[in-house]
């Protein structure tokens, strides 16, 4: 079994996603929740970019003791220098300097050739080791950069002193087996690589592919995963952590991976952070969203009522989220609402079943959530004769059309 690091960039590459802004008190409470969470690494900010984002990593190096903290940094002296600055204070400080490496980074972007490239990347790292043992190096797009190239550029960091290199896939561009191929050529031909110096992997969901891709960047003798809470990052986002953590969790059984994440802190980190931002994660988001662990159609009721295991993979108490819901709608059946009826107290002939499945299916199908205080209302209602399906007023729940900002 190999143990994987988890490196949480929810407050560096999620935080720098549209909407996801953070103010430094922000950030700081969050890393207290990543702390609880159990993430390996930090990355705490990107300390050049503004004097509060170096003010928000110097103080969340200070504060947060058993996490790596990290700060991210161009390939240049001036933000290495503010990044090693930034995490001084840390109880185990890392730069994380990056330098793109396809052409067309370097064409249009950079306005630099491979060559110059290949020697920013070296002195980079260099100059990021004399503030820290530990110094991770990312090549930027690495998934579109000439695999000759990436192997050289990857060498030099390494020579030059890098203890990780992280392999982005940084417009969400690979597919699992190819990204695969191409990490067990670099760990085959690079000297140290997948050893003493860590592979390390950072994917993005343009197309829905990032936590499957760094779950093949794993087998291929990956040993650090990048990732975010409730995936945000730039455009579809980053790998999701929890996605990844309970992957490995639940499949156990058919891999050799396993993290030290405290599992039942997912949910709470994930409304944490939702609550930090104002941005839920989509209702059917795996793992920590609205609908993951609800039940709404009359067959998987009536299959969680006799083992919750028939429709249930992980249990919601494993991620620390609520107890699974039997959702009564349009499309669930009578076991649930006998189910509901009985937690309530109440013990209904078949007569009042029949009537009240008829006034529930009503209220569903206005999409009106059948609270529990609307099945009371009913229950009055059927008990005080006052029948008829299709007359419901007065025992309408909340609307069920939710906003999600
Ligand atoms: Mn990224």
Redesign the pocket.
Known sequence: MARITVFD?TLR?GEQSPGCTMTPSEKLRMAHQLEELGVDVIEAGFPIASDTDFDAVGTIAREIREPVIAALARATAGDIDRAGHAVEGARRSRIHTFIATSDIHLERKLGIGREECLERAAAAVARACRFTDDVEFSAEDATRTDLDFLCAVITAAVEAGATTVNI?D?VGYTFPAEFRDTLRELVARVPGLGGEVVLSV?C?DDLGLAVANSLAGLDAGARQV?CTINGI??RAG?ASLEEIVMALKVRADINEHFTEVNAEELYPTSRLLSETIGVMPQPNKAIVGDNAFAHAAGIHQHGMLSDRATYEIMTPETVGAPPTQLVLGKHSGRHALRHRYEKLGHDLTHEEMAEASRYCTDLAERRIDVTDEALLSILRRIKGGEGGAGESRGVQGRSADRVYR
């Open positions: 960039t590459d982005p940084t950072h993005h990048e990052g730039e980053n």
